[in-house]
């Protein structure tokens, strides 16, 4: 752990209150005991199914109920199965808007709404990005513009809108969810794709890995942790077992190491 | 008739003179014959909508789970209230819901409809619901993803209300209350897999 860096855990469809959100939520809270994240991203469908204070309760604050008491934050983006009022939930950080921007250090984070992409949000973004001083350009959405998940795939119109100003404005990492297994893919046109759709869902087998991937889980669920120190991010992804599926050095302008 | 269009979209909100990448995209859908639509008197019935159906709000972020869903229910049923004897056409008058109509096909049948399509598809279409006015949308049915290249082609809309789709139906809805304000039946074209499941969205 480098002092000083940026160090977050993500997080994707995963409210549905069952037994392995629960323990990916506990696996969570322990990796943060030796390596303490500040924060976390969600990556969409926090709330499954029915939207009650009992469910936001169950599917979200009794399982990450370690992680808030210690003061880690979550920002929330909203999934397809979500309702857009969770952006009213103090919790997820949203700020009542449905698509926003936080500072972290050096890295600017720009969580959207890939449900409804209307020309708003995409010259929010624009002005957002271009506007940006940080070294680090992160977004974060539910559906995987580039997935090999044989459920969903990827989202390409989605793709021919966002991925130009991406290129544009230097992003360089972005995360989705959506696909209910994790993926890391290839870089394309230099920016690094991860899906984690299997923090609490799951399809078993579901990834069908082929020229875009660049390593994949299906087999449980998952969560992934980055730390963003200077030029250098590091990232670890960890099965609800404990096990590391998969990890890796992405350099600023550069190639994973 | 392209230029025109781009001139009503910008015309609509300088801040889209930066989307250029995705005028064009939707430029290379519509047959070059097409009319423009005029969406007259839309923006106003939805204005109308915002400012007279619906109670004024100013939302604050709480962590009081119970008041969110309260703030919702109160305004379900505020809006139910004013709109008792609202119909279906309200809003989207015949007139309106031909214009929609030839949009939403040039889409889907264009030179990107399998983008478009696959937008659909691939965010878990729901297929059969059968809907009604001031009827809710359901809390554990997932949202179909709007195609981006749709939105930029038709009037943009305040914050209280959003296009959806739902099954085959294009849906004006409370984006709050998740009421349905208004819909066209059969605008959409079948895209999808095998129905999940079906009903009726509830009140």
Known sequence: MKPGSVRFAAIGDMGTGNPAQYEVARRMAEFRQKY???????????????????????????????????????????????????????????????????????????????????????????????????DWKI??????????????????????????IFVKYGVQVVFAGHEHVYERVKPQKGIYYFTEGASGELRAGNLKAGPLTAAGYDKDQSFLTVEISGDDIYFQTISRTGVTVDSGTIRRAAQTR | MMPRLISRILAGSGRIALLNGILLLAAGEMPAQSPVPAFQGFVERVRQYVTSQRPVRHLRTTNRRKQIVERRAELVRRIRETRATAQQGDIFTPVLADEFRQVIRSAFQGPNAINVRNTVRRGDPQPGWVISINGSYPDDLPL??????????????????????????????????????????????TVTRAPLRSGHAQH
């Open chain 1, 139 to 164: 977004c974060f959405f539910h559906h995987a513009l580039y997935s090999s998940g044989a459920f969903h795939g990827s989202a390409t119109e989605l793709r021919q809108v966002l991925e130009p």
């Open chain 1, 36 to 134: 303490p994240f500040t924060f976390v991203i969600t990556l969409g469908d926090n709330i499954y199914g029915g939207k009650s204070p009992d469910d936001l309760r169950k599917k979200f604050e009794v399982p990450y109920k370690a992680l808030l008491d210690e003061g880690v934050q979550f920002f929330a983006s909203l999934g397809n199965h979500d309702d857009t009022n969770e952006r009213f939930y103090k919790l997820f950080n949203m700020n009542g808007q449905q698509y926003y921007s936080f500072n972290k250090g050096n890295v600017q984070f720009f969580a959207l709404d890939t449900d409804y992409l209307d020309p708003k949000q995409v010259a929010w973004l624009e002005t957002q990005l271009a506007a940006s001083k940080a």
């Open chain 2, 144 to 189: 179909t993803t709007v195609p981006p290249s749709l939105l930029l082609r038709l009037p943009q809309l305040p914050p209280e209300v959003a296009y959806r789709i739902m099954g085959h139906d294009f849906v004006l809805q409370d984006t709050e209350a998740r009421l349905v304000i208004d819909y066209i039946p059969a605008a959409i074209p």
